[in-house]
């Protein structure tokens, strides 16, 4: 008769704890998920412009860093470049089709090319100007191309951006969560 009584009891609460356990498994499955196609895509992404962007740090002639870039439809070539605070640059900047622009407000350039063209412009990097990555960009119109039409210009020694180490610290985080998920799973098979 006791022992009868007692059973019926017991069935409900042990009921109660798996669907707990199985909504806080959703949520962290849910945020698994978030984190891993998030991480890959940001792990591409960076691979992809990485590959695209070899930095290019001119060629010194009488102390003076120069860059040759071209400009077409639509970027520059190179697309990316580097310089140092305080020292004198020079850009010589042609066009290889029609007229474009070449820009980076941090520096006070705005060249207008002609289509064809060429134009050279020493300026000097200001020296106290916090270090970077900077846009180049084309300032005038050049067809449907012309909002994407940009470079980077990395001034001085940025370091280790947070967009180079994101793609790690999330998959870091995803190998914890799986470490620690295999840990819970096994001590409650137990
Ligand atoms: Cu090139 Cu606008």
């Known amino acids: 008769m006791t022992e009868e ?4 009891q017991e069935i409900p609460q042990k009921r109660r704890r798996p669907y707990a356990g199985g ?3 959703i949520a962290i499955t ?5 984190l891993f196609t998030g991480g890959i895509a940001y792990a591409v992404q960076s691979l992809i412009g990485s590959a695209q962007e070899e930095v290019v740090e001119g060629v010194l002639v009488d102390g003076v860093r120069e860059f040759r870039i071209s400009a077409s439809q639509w970027y520059f070539g190179p697309g990316s470049i580097k310089v140092n605070p305080g020292e004198t640059v020079r850009f010589i900047v042609t066009s290889v089709d029609i007229t474009h622009g070449f820009a980076i407000n941090e520096m006070d350039v705005n060249l207008p090319l002609a289509p ?3 134009i050279a412009r020493e300026v000097v990097v200001p020296a106290d100007i916090p270090e970077g990555t900077y846009t180049m960009y084309c300032s005038i119109f050049c067809g449907i191309g012309h909002p994407y039409m940009k470079g ?3 001034i001085g020694d940025p370091g280790v951006g947070i967009g180079r180490i994101l793609p790690y610290v999330a998959t870091l985080v995803m190998a914890g969560m799986f470490a620690a998920f295999i840990v819970i799973g096994r001590r409650r098979a137990r």
Request: glycine share 6%; charged share 20%; net charge neutral.
């Open 5 to 8: 009584e007692k059973k019926p």
């Open 152 to 154: 980077s210009i990395i």
């Open 116 to 118: 064809s063209g060429e």
């Open 23 to 25: 909504a806080l498994l």
């Open 30 to 34: 849910a945020l698994i998920v978030i």
